[in-house]
């Protein structure tokens, strides 16, 4: 919700009643007095609240956000504001119908191009005031973590976001577990498997083995049968 789009408004009803008015009187058609004065109050009244909105409302936004641009014309508002309030003024003072203190028609020009000039002023600067005020709130960053905040505040939200990564590694890491394990247990079971290998000496005359322990003590025998005859048959008679 935008304040300054509603106060921006409030032109069209302080000008329609006025420019009604004047399309009547261009065609030459006569307005009861009553609802000439009503839609006269209708049409000061709006540009009274319009006014009185818009400095309220251009104000705050130059106190919150401290805006330059906005600050200057919230400051040239109120001078045109002020230079307008003059006749009205005197009018009151001395007891005098407005159209007599502004006796020229050049003041009475400029009188009403100032009062079109401020109610344009304000207009723009209300809907300047909603980009400005729109413009400067933060948005919302991975790290919920706003600038001035106490620090036990950012503690906590350090720690609640560190416990979350914490439980994302372990939802990762529960995959690879077995993984691990199987990789742990084939050395142990490579190691256990060379454990259980028979051990046996080869064969002393020829270096023959096998992992068939029998084999091997069966072959000694002969070998060693073989290398008894061969000795036997060296001897000389």
């Known amino acids: 919700m935008r304040p300054g789009r509603l106060i921006s408004l409030l032109p069209i009803?302080?000008?329609v009643p006025r420019l009604g008015l004047v399309v009547l009187a261009a065609d030459r058609q006569t307005v009861a007095p009553e609802t000439r004065t009503a839609l006269l109050w209708i049409s000061?009244?709006?540009l009274a609240a319009l006014v009185g909105l818009a400095e309220a409302y251009i104000g705050v936004a130059v106190v919150s956000r401290r805006h330059r641009g906005l600050a200057l014309l919230w400051v040239a508002l109120t001078?045109?504001?002020n230079a307008l309030i003059v006749p009205l003024s005197v009018s009151g003072l001395e007891a005098l119908?407005?159209?007599q203190i502004l006796s020229s028609r050049v003041l009475r020009v400029a009188w009403g191009a100032g009062l079109g000039l401020l109610s344009t002023l304000c207009v723009c600067g209300c809907l300047w005031?909603?980009?400005v005020r729109g413009g400067a709130e933060p948005a919302a960053l991975f790290v919920p973590i706003a600038v001035g905040e106490?620090?036990?505040e950012k503690g906590s939200a350090l720690e609640a976001q560190l416990s979350a990564l914490a439980a994302r590694l372990g939802a990762l890491e529960a995959p690879l577990k077995p993984l691990q394990a199987l990789s742990e247990s084939a050395p142990s079971a490579a190691q256990d498997a060379a454990e259980a290998l028979p051990k046996h000496s080869p064969c002393p005359e020829c270096g023959f083995w096998v992992q068939d322990q029998r084999k091997v003590a069966g072959h000694i025998t002969q070998c060693r049968r073989r290398a008894a005859r061969a000795l036997?048959?060296?001897r000389p008679a």
Do not use: C, F, G, H
């Open 13 to 15: 009803i302080a000008l």
């Open 97 to 99: 119908p407005v159209w």
């Open 79 to 81: 001078l045109a504001l």
């Open 150 to 152: 106490p620090e036990d």
């Open 44 to 46: 000061s009244t709006a």
């Open 129 to 131: 005031a909603d980009v």
């Open 232 to 234: 036997a048959l060296e």
